[in-house]
């Protein structure tokens, strides 16, 4: 009997919730063979079987809160036959015909949960929705690009889309594992540090210029969507490089620095704020920063995010601007020393050699830890980013 059990989560992680079985009890299992699907606070883990056989027991259910190296199920490896799980979720015999009959039943659709609440609150028809999941599982992201609708950076619960006319006043809801751990991390990081903001506000016309000149020959010759955060992620990287005191952590009583750059890429994905990581930044070219950020925020959208994704992070972008909001103060992504939020680009009018002008300004943050990270450094570093966005050549010569 070989026993299959919690893996390592990550970096700081000792606990999961159980998602969802892939493998019943009496199924006949293969080496490789999903069998169980682990929720944490950053992302889904699937957990394999090492051997081929039978999956005798399950020694969790589905909600149950599980911790590491944890006994999760028993597969005898020297058993034969056994249910063989279907597409569509059906299991049967492995040595039974599958009838041929015309009038056989449709195969049920499968749906992630997330896709059934979606679906139940807007009527969306599923069975006209192709999954992209394992075994053809219908994913949010499937439900949304199939409906035509737009994405979304949360859905809220159904229960706070009741009408005024429901006569409910209030409703209760368990926070899920990756909510609380969500909280928890914040919270650690308020206790832990000496939590301290910086703003100063950046003239994005120049950036908006280059852009302009340079998206759409961009987009047709490397098809690659150019955003503003490309060009923060390589001035937070020069900044850096000059205050390499921003990119370091707290150890006891000591002070490491990184001579690496891995940006956080703060992303509202539909469990929660995830932060996946750009790796090695500093040695990026403009074109293969967008083609990350791109990516992971793909990913962390559909849940597709593997640990090393969101491990080794040195110093978080959070990007408030795109929903809407004006001005922050982000917390900081503990045992990081600091975060760069930004926010909405408005135009206002602001002096300019002596004149009023209406130009595109965008307010930026920094928090930072005040126990290893100075005032003077912390607006030093701002002042270099606003110096490298307000003229994007000195990135090139960067």
């Known amino acids: ?11 700081s992680i000792v606990e999961a919730i159980v998602s969802r079985w892939l493998k019943h009890e009496g199924d006949a299992v293969a080496p490789g063979d999903t069998i169980v699907e682990l929720e944490t606070d950053k992302i889904t883990v699937e957990v394999p079987s090492v051997t081929g056989g039978v999956l005798r027991r399950h020694h969790a259910k589905e909600g149950d ?8 199920a028993d597969v005898d490896e020297k058993a034969t036959g056994g249910r063989r799980e279907e597409e569509g979720g059906r299991r049967e015999p492995a040595a039974a015909p599958k009838p041929s009959t015309p009038t056989a ?3 049920p659709v499968r749906v992630s949960p997330a896709a059934q609440r979606i679906a139940a609150e807007t009527g969306a028809d599923l069975s006209r929705v192709q ?14 690009e199939g409906s035509g609708a737009p994405r979304m950076a949360a859905v809220p619960p159904s229960s706070f889309l009741l009408p005024p006319s ?22 650690e990081s308020q206790h832990a540090t000496a939590h301290l903001t910086t703003f100063n506000e950046i003239d994005m016309s120049a950036v908006e210029a280059v852009r302009g000149r340079v998206k759409e020959r961009i987009e047709k010759e490397q098809g690659v969507r150019l955003s503003f955060m490309p060009f923060f992620v390589k001035a937070v990287c020069a900044a850096l490089r000059q205050f390499p005191t921003v990119n370091a952590q707290v150890d006891g009583d000591s002070i490491v620095y990184r001579h690496y750059v891995n940006i956080g890429i703060a992303v509202a994905s539909e469990a929660g704020l995830v932060v996946p990581n750009v790796k090695d930044a500093d040695g990026m070219g403009m074109l293969d920063i967008a083609r990350a950020i791109v990516d992971v925020a793909k990913r962390a959208r559909d849940g597709k995010l593997t640990m090393d994704d969101l491990s080794g992070g040195t110093f978080t972008i959070t990007n408030g601007g795109v929903f809407g909001s004006l001005i922050s103060t982000p917390i900081i992504n503990f045992p990081q020393v600091g975060i760069l939020g930004l926010h909405k680009i408005q135009e206002r009018p602001v002096a300019v050699n002596g004149k009023v002008e209406i130009r595109p300004m965008m307010y930026v943050a920094l928090s930072y830890d005040h ?4 005032g003077q450094l912390a607006v030093l570093f701002l002042i270099r980013i606003k110096e490298l966005m307000e003229d994007p050549a000195l990135l090139a010569i960067d």
């Open 1 to 11: 009997m070989t026993s299959i059990k919690v893996p390592p989560l990550g970096e």
């Open 65 to 72: 809160v599980v911790k590491l190296d944890q006994l999760l």
């Open 105 to 107: 039943a449709k195969e």
């Open 131 to 144: 999954g992209t999941g394992r075994g053809g599982v219908i994913s949010k992201a499937d439900l949304l």
């Open 166 to 187: 429901s006569g409910v006043r209030e409703t209760r809801e368990k926070m899920s594992t990756r909510r609380k751990r969500i909280a928890e991390h914040l919270l």
């Open 371 to 374: 126990r290893i990270i100075d």
